[in-house]
């Protein structure tokens, strides 16, 4: 089991930056990690997955905007949003996934407004 933790969230201007890391409670090196949202009255949706082989995959509508990473190292993932938009307004959730199971934290709120 691992236990997750977002931070880095906050009110940032169309146009901004804003930088999301997630701290696990144990080693992730041996878990596909990913980023996912959910918006006020929609579902949760996929933003970017990190396997355990170090490539990263991004959804179409953060793709070229936001860049991820993981660094075993530190037992963290990270990600890099640029350009936000006020679509991009929502909760953030890390997610841990291995042999079948998801492990999620707790979320950290972007709300991206002028």
């Known amino acids: 089991q691992v236990q997750l933790v977002e931070s880095g969230g906050g009110l940032v201007q169309p146009g901004g930056s804003l930088r999301l890391s997630c701290v696990a409670s144990r080693s992730i090196s041996n878990y596909v990690m990913g980023w996912y949202r959910q918006a006020p009255g929609k579902e949760r949706e996929w933003v970017a997955s990190f396997t355990t082989g170090g490539s990263t995959n991004y959804a179409d509508t953060v793709k070229g905007r936001f860049t991820g990473s993981r660094d075993n190292t530190k037992n963290m993932v990270y990600l890099q949003m640029n350009s936000l938009k006020p679509e991009d307004t929502a909760i953030y959730f890390c997610?841990?996934?291995?042999?079948?199971?998801?492990?999620w934290g707790q979320g950290t709120q972007v709300t991206v407004s002028s």
């Open positions: 997610k841990a996934q291995n042999f079948g199971f998801d492990y």
